[in-house]
Nanobody, 113 residues
Framework: VQLQASGGGLVQPGGSLRLSCVAS????????MGWYRQAPGKQRELVAT???????NYADSVKGRFTISRDNAKNTVYLQMNSLKPEDTAVYYC????????WGKGTLVTVSS
């Protein structure tokens, strides 16, 4: 299983970005996909997860600003990030839980004026 994330970049406070992550390989239909992030000097933390039946979970810090979604036919998970804040700056990692626990390489999101 491989995960390829994209969509990171530099954005001003209050702006938006959309992250995408495509999973390839042998993937069972019942799984959980999600996004985690790691800021400099901090531990990796949960941002949001979504099951194959579209049950989602969000960190309190992003509720109301971020939206996770998925396209099961494309094995793709998205993270729409609105009203971005400087404290959202981090490397964002895509995650897939299906039997094992798989990670993408991460994409950097920088929120700065």
């Amino acid at each position: 299983v491989q995960l390829q994330a994209s969509g990171g970049g530099l954005v001003q406070p209050g702006g938006s970005l959309r992250l995408s992550c495509v999973a390839s390989g042998t993937i069972f239909s019942s799984n959980v996909m999600g996004w985690y992030r790691q800021a400099p000097g901090k531990q990796r933390e949960l941002v949001a997860t979504i099951t194959s039946r579209n049950y989602w979970n969000y960190a309190d810090s992003v509720k109301g600003r971020f939206t996770i979604s998925r396209d099961n036919a494309k094995n793709t998970v998205y993270l729409q990030m609105n009203s971005l804040k400087p404290e959202d700056t981090a490397v964002y990692y895509c995650n897939l839980k299906v039997g094992g626990n798989y990670w993408g390489k991460g994409t950097l999101v920088t929120v700065s004026s």
